[in-house]
């Protein structure tokens, strides 16, 4: 036995999947829209940030399962943003001169880090660390300039020590 549907129930069954495909459009519409929005103020945010500060050089550096060593021999770099998930990452700072404060924004997952700084430098680590170890060998004298590390740390390793 075949089963028949009325036209009426056909009807009532394509406005159904057009609606469904119209709201699915809407909703990518809208993501496109706010993904738009947030390129354009992440935009402005950056090219504000290098207007007020145009003497700061800040350096990126990324690692995603792997090793790597990353030498800084820029004399001038005011910070250093470092990213590393499931990696070893070694960052070599001891060919820059730290005139005044700086600043490394450390976030680390399930990873191991090495941070070697020039000799003449304070090291102050801070930040949100869970189930890590955090190592400090860099001798304290206030008199010199500090280099912050504002780290985020999940299940990760870092050890900090002078060149």
Sequence with gaps: MSKCCSSEEKNNC????RFIRR?????????????????IL??????????ENP???????????????QIFTDKNVSGVIVKNI???????????????DGFISLN???????IIV??????????LIKASSVHNDVPENPEL????????????AVMVSDF
Excluded: H, M, W
């Excluded at 709201?23 to 390129?39: D, F, R």
């Excluded at 070694?90 to 730290?98: A, G, N, T, Y």
């Excluded at 680390?108 to 090495?114: G, I, K, N, P």
């Excluded at 300039?145 to 990760?156: D, F, V």
């Design 55 to 69: 003497g700061r050089d800040f350096k990126k550096f990324f690692n995603f399962f792997g090793s790597k060593k």
């Design 14 to 17: 394509g406005s159904f999947k």
């Design 118 to 127: 020039p000799k003449g430098v304070n090291v102050k680590i801070d930040g």
């Design 108 to 114: 680390a997952c399930f990873s191991a880090v090495r």
């Design 145 to 156: 300039p500090t280099l912050y590390i504002a780290s985020k740390l999940t299940c990760s």
């Design 86 to 100: 499931f990696g070893s990452t070694e960052l070599d700072l001891s060919e820059v001169q730290f005139k005044e």
């Design 42 to 51: 992440d935009y402005f945010k950056s090219n504000k940030a290098e207007t």
């Design 23 to 39: 709201t699915i459009l809407l909703i990518i519409a809208i993501e496109a829209v706010i993904i738009a929005v947030l390129k």
